[in-house]
């Protein structure tokens, strides 16, 4: 995963363009934590964007991440929680070194990044530091299904999605797509979860963004990244100006450079506990 986030330019626009995540996504999930707020570990933190949330709402935040570069993004104003660099591979005594001692978490987050772990060692490592009974863990993730208003910019998203899509894992974008519903999950369900068949609770992400911070936002993909490194580039200066002229026509055609749009990130949680 660290080698994803070496790019200086990516990671920087990471820590910019990409969304926060919900209160009610943190209020749910606390609703599940039986009242206990001492410690939580945020696994994957990239630049924080969970960590900063559960910095108001737990007594201490661990924020851990394999990517120098990612963590060096993060802030630096919030006294309760402690950032890490942690190498890929983590035994259990390194994580109790580096991370948490036994039984000592009562909530691990990861946010937008359980495809990039090897899961069923994350979910030994989960065992091996949450508060037993009743330690939690919460993965929840979005994928490009931006929501903008139905109209001609929403489409051109849509296109977008489709040119980067053969620059992507097919077992990552599944995942993904499903909302980590087909992960094996060894963890006690919880009340409220499930929706329709699958085992996850829906939310949403919203970020007000302008042209540029859009495509900012997409040219932090990994597959775009991997494509850029292959010499290919997906979002040609044809598309940025067909969706300058997309984002006219639907503000009655006048264009601001900080004009910006309400863009909504579908949001799919996976929790249990031990």
């Given at each position: 995963?660290?080698?994803?986030?070496?790019?200086?330019?990516?990671?920087?626009?990471?820590?910019?363009?990409?969304?926060?995540?919900?209160?009610?996504?943190?209020?749910?999930?606390?609703?599940?934590?039986?009242?206990?707020?001492?410690?939580?570990?945020?696994?994957?933190?990239?630049?924080?964007?969970?960590?900063?949330?559960?910095?108001?709402?737990?007594?201490?935040?661990?924020?851990?991440?394999?990517?120098p570069e990612q963590i060096s993004h993060?802030?630096?104003?919030?006294?309760?929680?402690?950032?890490?660099?942690?190498?890929?591979s983590l035994t259990i005594p390194d994580?109790?070194?580096?991370?948490?001692?036994?039984?000592?978490?009562?909530?691990?987050?990861?946010?937008?990044?359980?495809?990039?772990?090897?899961?069923?060692?994350?979910?030994?490592?989960?065992?091996?530091?949450?508060?037993?009974?009743?330690?939690?863990?919460?993965?929840?993730?979005?994928?490009?299904?931006?929501l903008i208003g139905g109209g001609r910019?929403?489409?051109?998203?849509?296109?977008?999605?489709?040119?980067?899509?053969?620059?992507?894992?097919?077992?990552?974008?599944?995942?993904?797509?499903?909302?980590?519903?087909?992960?094996?999950?060894?963890?006690?369900?919880?009340?409220?979860?499930?929706?329709?068949?699958?085992?996850?609770?829906?939310?949403?992400?919203?970020?007000?963004?302008?042209?540029?911070?859009?495509?900012?936002?997409?040219?932090?993909?990994?597959?775009?990244?991997?494509?850029?490194?292959?010499?290919?580039?997906?979002?040609?200066?044809?598309?940025?100006?067909?969706?300058?002229?997309?984002?006219?026509?639907?503000?009655?055609?006048?264009?601001?450079?900080?004009?910006?749009?309400?863009?909504?990130?579908?949001?799919?949680?996976?929790?249990?506990?031990?």
């Open positions: 995963m660290a080698d994803l986030y070496r790019n200086p330019e990516q990671v920087k626009g990471y820590a910019s363009y990409r969304p926060n995540y919900p209160p009610e996504l943190f209020n749910f999930i606390l609703s599940k934590t039986t009242g206990r707020r001492q410690l939580a570990w945020d696994v994957a933190t990239g630049s924080g964007q969970a960590a900063v949330s559960l910095s108001s709402l737990f007594d201490a935040v661990v924020a851990t991440d394999s990517s993060a802030p630096t104003h919030l006294p309760n929680v402690r950032f890490v660099v942690t190498p890929p994580l109790h070194r580096l991370v948490a001692p036994p039984g000592s978490v009562d909530l691990i987050t990861v946010a937008t990044a359980l495809h990039w772990l090897d899961i069923p060692a994350f979910f030994s490592q989960a065992h091996a530091v949450l508060r037993r009974p009743g330690g939690v863990v919460a993965v929840w993730g979005y994928g490009f299904d931006l910019v929403e489409e051109i998203c849509r296109r977008i999605r489709e040119t980067i899509s053969p620059y992507c894992e097919k077992d990552v974008t599944e995942m993904v797509q499903e909302g980590y519903a087909g992960v094996d999950f060894p963890f006690e369900a919880v009340e409220g979860v499930e929706e329709g068949t699958a085992p996850v609770r829906k939310f949403t992400a919203e970020r007000e963004m302008g042209v540029a911070e859009l495509i900012g936002l997409w040219q932090t993909s990994t597959p775009y990244q991997r494509a850029r490194r292959a010499g290919v580039e997906l979002i040609t200066e044809e598309v940025v100006e067909e969706l300058k002229r997309a984002w006219v026509e639907e503000d009655g055609g006048e264009l601001l450079n900080n004009k910006k749009k309400m863009v909504r990130f579908p949001i799919s949680l996976r929790i249990g506990k031990v």
